[in-house]
C-alpha cells in the first residue's frame, strides 16, 4: 500500500502562483508516475499533469499548459506541482496520485493511490 501526504493549498487571486507538494510513502512497492488530477463541485476529476519517473517525460492538460509544472524527486518519491498564472476556473480540490501501471502517464482517474486532496481557490 501507498501513503500520499499532499499540502501547499489555500486561497490565492488570479494571476498569483501556489505549490503544492505530495510524498509517496511506498516502501517497496513500484511507483512509475506520479501525478495530480482534480475536481470541482459537480464536474467530473480531472487529469493536471504528471510525471514518469523512468524518463522523466511529463504529461499536461491542454488547459493548464503552460502556466502548471511538474517536478519531483524520484528518490524521495515526492511530486510537485508549480501552479502559475491562476485562474478562478482552477479553483478545485487538488488530488496527488501514483499509478503502478509502466510505461503510458495515463489520464483517466483510474490510478492506483490517492492523497486525501488539497483545496486551491483562485479568486477573482
Known amino acids: 500500500q501507498v501513503h500520499l501526504v499532499e499540502s501547499g493549498g489555500g486561497l490565492v487571486q488570479a494571476g498569483g502562483s501556489l505549490r503544492l507538494s505530495c510524498t509517496a510513502d511506498?516502501?517497496?512497492?513500484?511507483?512509475?508516475?506520479m501525478g495530480w488530477f482534480r475536481q470541482d463541485a459537480g464536474k467530473d476529476l480531472e487529469f493536471v499533469g504528471g510525471i514518469y519517473w523512468n524518463d522523466g517525460r511529463r504529461k499536461y492538460a491542454d488547459s493548464v499548459k503552460g502556466r502548471f509544472t511538474v517536478s519531483g524527486d524520484n528518490a524521495k518519491s515526492t511530486v510537485y506541482l508549480q501552479m502559475n498564472s491562476l485562474k478562478p476556473e482552477d479553483t478545485a480540490v487538488y488530488y496527488c496520485?501514483?499509478?503502478?501501471?509502466?510505461?503510458?502517464?495515463?489520464?483517466?482517474?483510474?490510478?492506483?493511490?490517492w492523497g486525501q486532496g488539497t483545496q486551491v481557490t483562485v479568486s477573482a
Open positions: 496520485a501514483a499509478d503502478r501501471r509502466s510505461g503510458v502517464i495515463f489520464t483517466t482517474p483510474d490510478w492506483y493511490f
Open positions: 511506498k516502501q517497496s512497492t513500484t511507483i512509475y508516475s
